[in-house]
């Protein structure tokens, strides 16, 4: 077992995976990903993550040059040269190689690549403490800009912001909108738990459309816990009785405190959707094998 790469139509050993400097990806952060996750040999909602790379890839105008069936095909192909039975997948479409210049349109052929690892985004005693997150400088762009619901290479924004966060000796990061709208953390979905609801921003406050997000609100419905997309301002995770974020890197994880307040260190909501979560990841999914 270990980790594997895909790139220019074949699986290599990650340590010789190479990408041309002249690729736009790299240069100019001009392509789009997934962060999808396999577990017990079954990748979790496989088909949800290549919608959402279409969606990302067409607002770029950028055309991947595969097909689902062979996006889904490089993606369990890949998994399966890794051996990896529980891994993280990183999907990327990249505009590929072209003359330097941010013309996208000198760059005739996209570049597919598909990395099988491990990831853990945040340790075990982390998780079970919550998270401390403070408020980043950093806002998200604005939709007029590059719209946060797009799934692009540009991570500026989240790394700037995790770097804030860990400098100040937190765990991560809460992003504003220009409005001052919570958001979302920065590579995670933000929840509530307030006035006895459950509340995450909409996408149009600047979060990217989560496939856990989607997966905890549906879970929320199940188990009656009343749940609605409404904006929220930093002063109601301030207040709220319990938050969390959720992403397919960090999973579920509850936030202990931001900016220093302690939000809360009981969390049963966020407790039971996150068992809700795992027993639905065990069970549903493509299998690779
Ligand atoms: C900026 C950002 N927001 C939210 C999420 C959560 O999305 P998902 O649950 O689909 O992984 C991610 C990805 O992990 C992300 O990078």
């Known amino acids: 077992m270990s980790d594997a790469v895909w790139i220019d139509g074949e699986v290599v050993e990650a340590s010789e995976a190479r990408v041309p400097v002249f690729d736009h990806g790299l240069l100019y952060g001009d392509g789009v990903f997934e962060g999808i996750r396999v577990h017990g040999g079954r990748v979790f909602r496989l088909d949800d993550h290549l919608e959402r790379l279409r969606a990302s890839a067409a607002g770029i105008g950028l055309e991947p040059g595969h097909d689902r069936a062979a996006l889904r095909d490089v993606v369990l192909r890949t998994v399966r040269a890794s051996g990896y039975d529980d891994a993280y997948v990183r999907l990327l479409v990249t505009r590929g190689d072209g003359p ?37 400088s950093v806002r998200r762009d604005p939709a007029g800009a590059v719209d946060p619901r797009l799934k692009t290479l540009n ?38 738990f307030v006035d006895g609801r459950l509340c995450t921003p ?88």
Not at 214 to 237: C, F, H, K, M, Y
């Open 100 to 136: 330097l210049g941010v013309d996208p349109t000198r760059c005739t052929h996209p570049r597919v690549i598909c990395i099988v690892a491990r990831l853990e985004i945040f340790d075990p005693e982390r998780r079970r403490r919550g998270l401390d997150l403070i408020t980043s």
């Open 155 to 192: 991570y500026l924004g989240s790394v700037l912001a995790k770097r804030e966060a860990v400098l100040a000796g937190a765990d991560d990061a809460l992003l504003l909108n220009p409005s001052g709208a919570v958001a979302e953390a920065s590579v995670g979905n933000v929840f509530a």
């Open 202 to 289: 909409p996408a149009t406050d600047g979060a990217l459309g989560g496939i856990t997000r989607d997966t905890l609100i549906e879970a929320a419905g199940a188990l009656g816990i009343p749940v609605r997309e409404a904006s929220l301002g930093r002063v109601d995770l301030l207040r709220a009785q319990e938050a969390f974020m959720s992403g397919t890197g960090a999973g579920v994880v509850g936030i202990r405190s931001l900016d220093g307040v302690q939000i809360s260190l009981e969390r049963p909501v966020c407790e039971k959707l996150g068992r809700a979560y795992a027993e639905r990841v065990a069970c549903e999914g493509v299998p690779v094998r």
